[in-house]
């Protein structure tokens, strides 16, 4: 399966953007680039996702590298409700990996007031 | 509304005593998954159910077994649950396993082995 790499947490303060990386150097092409992410003491909720190019919705932005090795999840303005675990995960379209979500370390979000 | 609803929320059983967790979803997605969630890790899928088809992945103990009724109801069996299966284990549904389908995550159960 293809791997993910994302930093181990970051931090940002309220009502500022938030860019969130992720390495996927060994994305095949039909891999989906999905986030999501998990508050404390709940279950993971979906954010986003896309194949190859740029995508936006009410919770955020995904930029997508042209050559999709690597992509950026975008909080436009942090609020203290966004402070989560974001995982970045390839979800690919063959093999015995179909369709499935493999969930990395991911990265944990610390929003300051 | 909730739409992916466990029950109970938390949960404690005795060492090798069978244990059953609960899954509903008002969604009518064809697909429900089950993983587990380790203190500090992450997610880890252990089955899921097609309609009623079983996927059961390779690393899966045979310690747990899952069950789906109907579309709306899927549980998971832990048939002689160790200390090691303390985590909270978490229900997802999907309208379908494409790669481009959200899943929809249930709230959890906290898994207690005394």
């Known amino acids: 399966d293809a791997k993910t790499t994302q930093p181990n947490s970051m931090e940002s303060n309220e009502e500022e953007p938030v860019h969130l990386p992720c390495n996927h150097s060994t994305i095949s092409g039909t891999d989906y680039i999905h986030w999501y992410r998990q508050l404390p003491s709940q279950g993971p909720e979906y954010v986003i996702h896309?194949?190859?190019s740029n995508v936006n919705n009410r919770m955020a932005s995904l930029a997508i590298a042209e050559d999709r090795k690597s992509s950026t999840l975008i909080l436009h303005r942090a609020t203290l409700r966004d402070a989560a675990v974001y995982y970045c995960?390839?979800?690919?379209?063959?093999?015995?990996?179909?369709?499935?979500?493999?969930f990395g370390q991911g990265t944990i979000l610390t929003v300051h007031p | 509304d909730a739409m992916v609803i466990q029950n109970p929320r938390y949960q404690v059983t005795q060492f090798g005593k069978p244990v059953t967790l609960s899954c509903s979803q008002t969604l009518n997605h064809n697909v429900m998954y089950w993983y587990q969630q380790k203190s500090s890790q992450a997610p880890k899928l252990l089955f899921h159910?097609?309609?009623?088809?079983?996927?059961n992945e390779a690393d899966t103990p045979d310690n747990f077994q899952s069950r789906r009724p109907n579309t709306s109801f899927c549980f998971l069996d832990i048939r002689s649950p160790g200390l090691g299966d303390a985590a909270m284990y978490l229900c997802?549904?999907?309208?379908?396993?494409?790669?481009?389908?959200?899943?929809?995550f249930g709230p959890g159960t906290r898994l207690t082995v005394t």
């Open positions: 995960i390839l979800r690919g379209s063959g093999g015995t990996s179909y369709g499935k979500l493999t």
């Open positions: 159910y097609y309609d009623k088809d079983f996927n």
């Open positions: 896309g194949l190859t």
């Open positions: 997802a549904t999907s309208e379908s396993d494409i790669p481009n389908s959200e899943q929809y």
